[in-house]
Nanobody, 121 residues
Framework: QVQLVESGGGLVQAGGSLRLSCSASGSILSIDDMRWYRQAPGKQRELVAGISSSGNTNYADSVKGRFTISRDNAKNMVYLQMNSLKPEDTAVYYC???????????????WGQGTQVTVSS
């Protein structure tokens, strides 16, 4: 059973930092793109950052210069370092991975359960 599990969320004051982690576990052949999404109440889920298997990254304009996505391919981990946090960053953050389960014939998108990030003003 392939699972993604996020950790590192919490309550932080504006201007502070948090580091989110996502661990992919189970029988996995390979992981392609890994991404972080977030969803605030009443808003659409949005892509925050993505990283390819080779390390190419992309970011939403709203987080450029403040957030950094990285991955550890050997550990099947992806991270999101969040600095200079703002109240508008408050959301549930979800890890997403495009991966091949072991012995699968195609790739699938997997999602974590999400971790709450709350930034107080």
């Amino acid at each position: 059973q392939v699972q993604l599990v996020e950790s590192g969320g919490g309550l932080v004051q504006a201007g502070g930092s948090l580091r989110l982690s996502c661990s992919a576990s189970g029988s996995i052949l390979s992981i392609d793109d890994m991404r972080w999404y977030r969803q605030a109440p009443g808003k659409q889920r949005e892509l925050v950052a993505g990283i390819s298997s080779s390390g190419n990254t992309n970011y939403a304009d709203s987080v450029k210069g403040r957030f950094t996505i990285s991955r550890d391919n050997a550990k099947n981990m992806v991270y999101l370092q969040m600095n200079s946090l703002k109240p508008e960053d408050t959301a549930v953050y979800y890890c997403n991975a495009d991966l091949f389960p072991a012995y699968a014939r195609q790739s699938y998108d997997y999602w974590g359960q999400g971790t709450q990030v709350t930034v107080s003003s």
